[in-house]
């Protein structure tokens, strides 16, 4: 296929050439100094895009699933109850991954077409009988179905109920892509994988832990070893791991935090809100539903699409991928063949979207989606020039919107 | 700037990322049998893209310019009669170049409308009084006004006219992309450069010169070294060359050939014609007009689309490169500010094209021409579904277009 | 620091510019079908280097370190009595693994200074008076010590004492460098790394595991999520993996076996036998004690050097570094600063050698220890020339070594 | 073959990672504004490598070969006089180019053993019956031979026979490996390639135009179309270039530059010093001669050793490349079979050296040679050591050499 693939799941992220060049070296000794001094740099900028200064950064060679499980076994201990929220493919495995690890998990089934709101954990926490909560797990984008929940909300919750248990949150498919502030917000633990807002491939696992989720681990947690932060808290702090760190990795989470603050976090958040809100319009010109029924809680990092009745997601995807080098989400578990997901997450630009939506178009014509082509395009265009298009790209509106 | 940008000018192309790993490794010795080896394999390849098996390839580390340099001064003596038409800038500065190097260049001034037509060149043949012409000068694709000119006919023309000139072609932006056949249609000496069809990044000079270019090689020319292709000639029998090559750029030629050989000559060719289509379907929904005036001479590599009066087309490509990271052609001397230029050639895409379109659309409604936002996108999406433009692409109607 | 690093710690190894090459590229839709093909010609091609047609290979985004628990918590539930042995400081690390994972281990003191026995093995599974072991855990190359255990003799001793425990080798630091022959000596289950004998950079768990132990994992285990292995050997049949695999380290691993191959696996062991061997003759030369005091035992992927009395081995260490970019393996645990470790496995040749020893030479020197600069890099000069060497070589003694 | 080959030819040489990766990126638009920022930013930093400030730095697509075509034909016109000296392979093929292009060259035959003299030119300049000659050629660094010659000299030479002679001097292999003073001893024009002391792949020509050498070129010059330095330095006066440039190349200037002023220019010359002088102690040491009679003419960026009788250098080098991987420099022209070359200009450090060497002593004694084994190596070892040495490197005696 001649020309330049658009890759857009919901991550892994198309890397940038400036990281995949800084990956494109020779590998150190993890023990020497320039090794060490790498390390050290590492750490507090990675806080910085948790947006935590309480919070101690971990490094794993993983994904996101092993975040999952570094998290849990560094706070928690075997029988620990955990409460867990059915919304959407992630959170349901998330909580699958603490129960096949041995913990007393309870899930409580919701909508798939929200994000997790605060009321919701307060009622369940209100109406607990049991033991008390070690934990509740939340996953702040749901990326099976582009809804985004209210983690300041569900802190408020939990406070409410005077409950112990650690909030613990999954940014997988959000940091550095939808704003996440996890010292403001009162997350306890946050997790994440490399291969998706942090625009790198996929191989590694990041958490920032705060002060109660490493108490946690001090005085209790599960037997453990790989996942075991303590050793690799201790080591850091000299700016060693006490195992062989992923090296090349390392150096392209450099660049890439570099191109982060370069660009400004906040405005790489409202260049995601402006490329979300153009995807968004184009759905609306075909006359297609979001999945995510509630507004508030619109994904700006990926938009899953409901197909008409009687037609197949995978016969859209299919298409978009043979026909236009088009990489596009499926729907996961029980949306599967009702949802396709655009992923506009990562190092993504305004034309990189109305490529993605004209072979969305052509896809779904093909398909026998009655669109019309163009239109999609059209309101993406109509959106990238709007006045509060503007205001939310922080520009006076005589000033061009991308000149940042 | 985020996401990928999108060089769409006439040339440099975007360099594949094949291309790029192809030549980031060891330089080697270009006198050991590593070298020898790599080059005995290329030169019977890039024959193939030029269509030529009379013709011999010679390869300098150079530009376009250069490859024209070693055209005339390997086959043309100080003083030697030139005929030259002006049909463009590249083809008027292909004279220049000839005058500089102090041939008798006379340039026949003609529409920058059109490419040069068969009976043009036999018109002013048939009118010569003075010595007889030792070359005609030829552009094959008009870079900086997208008409493709006859070369088949221009040859016909010479013979008629009983001519010995030497009939030099510059396919600099069209090899690769568009179909030539220099054996077929009888040129003697062909030349382009790196950076277009062949995507490469700019660097190389590729020559392919026919037995009566060679021979006038052998007994004539002017006083030359760096370009004589004679010590190269002799050298490359063996795979070696008489001066350091550029040696990285040939291990990215040896990866761009088998490229277009993975997907097949013709195919690329018809490739780019769907391309070329859909942009000109775009621009006719822009009610603009293109500026070549001859349908049958529409250049498959780019596009020059004229602006209507009154404004600049240096503020749609300003306006494109700093919102977009869209990177457009100007308008070169006397049609500047009065186009801009698509390129599509190379390594391209539907979706790519699509981007550009949209792009396009963009810049020039923030610089005041009153188009439709998506018409243009729309219209190529449709170019790219027409039953027309399948049978271009060889495939049966039932068939995804781009299943290649 | 111009030029060259030399990265000869006993891995990670220097990474060859064609595997670089081939990581540095987009990351693809780990769910397409680019992917799964890749994935099923990689699982093959990998058991062949394991030298297993009966067993599973199983890749995780992971180190050395995720791999000895992957091993552990699929085929072991908490509190099964696993027999180690403490022949260097690997050895020793697995069995803490294992303790931390709630295994109950028995760990056997021996000496540093030789590989396990298979009558070590025997005597003391003779001597077992408790509940019978489910495993026996061994360091196939000790990168602590650099001595080789007989993988063979130890499986035998289990066999003839009517054992059932599983052999699970680590062969982190010997897999292809060393001869490993997992079917026909017997391992249940082998482990590595990415980083070592497979030069690519770390980020990569490899296991292999036999039927016995997928039997193992399948009726029990213990708790597990991300290191289990049964969805992994489910979704791999189809080419794909239930979490984001590493996809970039896989398109470096795919280059790596390729390269492997072509060298041809027993000609790789041959080159690692050739380049120890002139290692080894080198540190006679210096008048230096190599650790392993069992000839037999010495390791062909790394030497461990002794210090004379009184000299710390850090500083050696540090001098090669500083003042001649070369980084060499430090002295672990109870042998810190006693011994120096060069490494010599993955992609390596005979100059690089050269200058590793040139290099260490005058780390020793400068360090107070008393030799003779280039003594120990003629007597590997001289190991290189001799008949023994060439007959290793697989090639006469007319005929270049290297000409491979 | 295994591991990182050795390019010890006196040129291309190893081109640094860091200056690969530079150039493993999106082609940029040659028009626009970040190119034109590159452009601006590199020159007066070439300028800086020429130790000029008073002239003009110009950059061709090209190589060695063409910067000396575009030091003639901009300032000589054809049939002018030139004085040239054939004391080595280059210095006569510099005369043949100008031949080839028209002018008039007188060839003073010298000895290959040593530089050109001051008091050879004056001596050849007094003598002169004919016209004045209108140039000088020099080339400061035989790269056949391994002598530098005195341009200061040669420029008082010129200078006190009143001539208005244009001294120009090719630095190609030279150039930011040996100090070179453009300004302070009077060359009016220097020209160089990219692919040895600046550590690029081949591909680029780089000349220094002094203030007489460019008035030279306004007033007059030869015909002149791709190497007419007008029209560039007047583009490059915004950043750009009259044709296309080898984009790539630049970045990768800009690094190797970049590189260059990290260590520090004078402590590069410093470190090919101490290498160099560690070479000669191996040839020393294996009692073979250096071609270069004249101790205070041996060049710090490549020694040619003389073969003893009856054995063909060509011989040697077949060994080192097929057995080891070692590309050495063969003998040229005259010195064909008699002496063949080691480089050691560019990025290259001690342990590399040490490499070199030993892969040298292999081949020499294979093919013939009695040395012992190792004897160099450890003379260049001693060499590392000595106090000369250090003083050499500017550091006092008791720091170590390499901490730069």
Redesign the interface.
């Known amino acids: 296929?001649?020309?330049?693939?658009?890759?857009q799941?919901p991550?892994?992220?198309?890397?940038?050439?400036r990281v995949?060049?800084?990956?494109?070296?020779?590998?150190?000794?993890?023990?020497?100094p320039e090794f060490g001094q790498l390390v050290q740099g590492l750490l507090p900028d990675v806080a910085k895009i948790f947006k935590s200064e309480r919070g101690k950064v971990v490094l794993?060679?993983?994904?996101?699933?092993?975040a999952?499980?570094a998290a849990l076994v560094n706070t928690l201990a075997?029988g620990d109850r955990i409460l867990a929220f059915n919304y959407g493919h992630f959170s349901a495995q998330f909580a699958?991954?603490a129960r096949?690890?041995?913990f007393d998990v309870e899930l409580v089934p919701l909508s798939w077409r929200r994000g997790l709101a605060g009321e919701q954990v307060a009622e369940r926490l209100r109406g607990n009988r049991g033991q008390p909560f070690k934990a509740v797990l939340v996953v702040h984008n749901e990326t099976s179905t582009g809804a985004v929940s209210d983690v300041k909300a569900i802190r408020a919750a939990i406070d409410a109920g005077h409950h112990e248990a650690l909030l613990i949150v999954d940014t997988v498919s959000s940091l550095a892509s939808i704003d996440y502030r996890m010292d403001e917000w009162g997350a306890d633990l946050t997790l994440t994988?490399s291969?998706k807002g942090l625009m790198l491939?996929?191989?590694?696992a990041l958490l920032c832990a705060g002060p109660r989720a490493i108490a946690a681990g001090e005085r209790g947690g599960s037997?453990?070893?790989?996942?075991?932060w303590r050793p690799i808290l201790k080591d850091n702090a000299a700016g060693f791991f006490?195992?062989?760190?992923?090296?090349?990795?390392l150096f392209g989470l450099r660049e890439a935090l570099d191109m982060l603050f370069e660009?400004g976090l906040e405005h790489?958040f409202t260049?995601h809100t402006r490329l979300a809100e153009a995807v968004r319009k184009a759905v609306g010109a075909w006359e297609l539903e979001i999945l995510c029924e509630d507004q508030g809680a619109y994904s700006n990092s990926l938009t899953a699409v409901m197909m008409p009745d009687g037609l197949d997601s995978a016969e859209v995807i299919r298409?978009a991928?043979?026909?236009?080098?088009?990489?596009l989400g499926?729907g996961l578990s029980q949306i599967k063949g009702r949802v396709f997901r655009i992923g506009h997450l990562g190092?993504?630009?305004?034309?990189?979207v109305?490529?993605?939506l004209?072979?969305v178009?052509?896809a779904l014509?093909?398909a026998g989606v009655p669109i019309?082509?163009?239109?999609g395009?059209?309101?993406a265009?109509?959106s990238?020039?709007g006045d509060a298009s503007r205001a939310l790209a922080g520009v006076p509106v005589e000033q061009?919107?991308?000149?940042?």
């Open positions: 296929m001649s020309g330049r693939p658009f890759l799941i991550g892994p992220t198309n890397v940038p050439e995949l060049r800084a990956m494109d070296r020779a590998v150190i000794d993890h023990r020497g794993y060679p993983s994904s996101g699933t092993g999952w499980e075997p699958e991954a096949n690890l041995g994988g291969q491939p996929p191989g590694m037997p453990r070893n790989f996942f075991d006490p195992y062989t760190p992923a090296t090349l990795l660009e790489v260049r298409i991928r043979e026909r236009f080098g088009l990489d499926v190092a993504l630009n305004e034309l990189e109305l490529a993605t004209g072979g178009e052509m014509r093909e019309t082509l163009g239109s395009v059209a309101a265009q109509e990238f020039f061009p919107i991308a000149a940042r």
